[in-house]
């Protein structure tokens, strides 16, 4: 058994501000870094460092060498990622001193897969592999109609929620990973995380959901089970990658025979970790230090 993420990979220019820039105001940064990120990326990485067998499909344009060097070192199969004329998705980030952060996206070569590309990246797999999906490339509804066609685990991380989710074939998926405003965004708003967990849970029954809720930790609900799991708290340096570090965690824990509830702790201290460190993938720890 083995993971494709199919996902985005984005080169961050991540810069330290006193706060997020608001309209109209200009504002100088306390620094600059430059980071590989991108939340496909990012979860390919987790993934791998967490002990399973990962692939991952995407394109980078002239300036993505940096971002497939490092999956490489981190484990991660790369021979699937094209390589295209142009620039790599890339994010700016602002982040303040509280670590919190505000991104803003643009696509670049995140937004230039084919169909074409799509069929021969899934001939390399098959009957319950695990596809791994966030919302930030192209044809995500052809991916995932092939991907059950031939039998596949699909999970769908929905970040960031714009229109074209309602167009995916979301009955699907097996596995949603998600943050409260991503589930109201699906369900509508409701009063309590309560509420909001079992909207999900009712649209998509016959799935497994995983509702991240920040400080307040994260809950898993399937048909027979529900699990709270509570944060472990650490001095926040930089937030950028904690939900991709427990997307990746907790199906990295799963396919190796972990129970969701030992998914769930062990997706709760990677991220914990993660958090306490700066930049995205790099923040990223492996199995070994939780």
């Known amino acids: 058994m083995k993971v494709l993420n199919f996902g985005s990979l984005n080169i961050d220019f991540v810069y330290g501000v006193t706060h997020f820039v608001r309209g109209g105001e200009t504002i100088s940064s306390r620094n600059m870094e430059i980071f590989p990120g991108g939340k496909g990326l990012n979860q390919s990485i987790a993934l791998a460092k967490s002990g399973v067998e990962t692939w991952h499909a995407g394109a980078v344009?002239?300036?993505?060498?940096?971002?497939?060097?490092?999956?490489?070192?981190?484990?991660?199969?790369?021979?699937?990622?094209?390589?295209?004329?142009?620039?790599?998705?890339?994010?700016i980030i602002q982040r303040d001193p509280s670590g919190q952060n505000c991104i803003l996206l643009f696509g670049g070569t995140n937004q230039r897969n084919t169909k074409m590309r799509v069929d021969?990246?899934?001939?390399?797999?098959?009957?319950?592999?695990?596809?791994?999906?966030?919302?930030?490339?192209?044809?995500?509804?052809?991916?995932?109609?092939?991907?059950?066609?031939?039998?596949?685990?699909?999970?769908?991380?929905?970040?960031?929620?714009?229109?074209?989710?309602?167009?995916?074939?979301?009955?699907?998926?097996?596995?949603?990973?998600?943050?409260?405003?991503?589930?109201?965004?699906?369900?509508?708003?409701?009063?309590?995380?309560?509420?909001?967990?079992?909207?999900?849970?009712?649209?998509?029954?016959?799935?497994?959901?995983?509702?991240?809720?920040?400080?307040?930790?994260?809950?898993?609900?399937?048909?027979?089970?529900?699990?709270?799991?509570?944060?472990?708290?650490?001095?926040?340096?930089?937030?950028?990658?904690?939900?991709?570090?427990?997307?990746?965690?907790f199906i990295g824990g799963i396919m190796q025979g972990e129970t969701p509830k030992e998914a769930m702790a062990h997706a709760a201290k990677a991220s914990s970790i993660a958090v306490s460190r700066p930049g995205a993938a790099p923040s990223i720890p492996f199995r070994r230090e939780l």
Do not use: W
């Open 120 to 249: 021969e990246v899934l001939e390399h797999f098959s009957e319950g592999d695990f596809l791994v999906l966030q919302n930030e490339i192209n044809e995500i509804g052809y991916i995932m109609e092939k991907a059950h066609e031939k039998g596949m685990t699909i999970v769908l991380n929905p970040s960031p929620m714009d229109e074209k989710i309602e167009t995916y074939p979301l009955d699907y998926v097996d596995y949603f990973l998600l943050n409260e405003v991503e589930a109201e965004e699906l369900c509508g708003k409701r009063e309590t995380d309560e509420e909001l967990l079992q909207a999900v849970a009712d649209r998509f029954p016959e799935s497994r959901i995983v509702l991240t809720l920040g400080e307040k930790g994260s809950v898993y609900k399937d048909e027979n089970e529900m699990i709270e799991q509570p944060i472990f708290r650490v001095p926040v340096v930089d937030t950028t990658a904690a939900g991709d570090t427990f997307t990746g965690f």
């Open 61 to 91: 344009g002239e300036d993505g060498e940096i971002l497939l060097e490092t999956m490489k070192e981190a484990g991660v199969h790369a021979e699937l990622v094209s390589r295209l004329p142009g620039r790599t998705g890339h994010a």
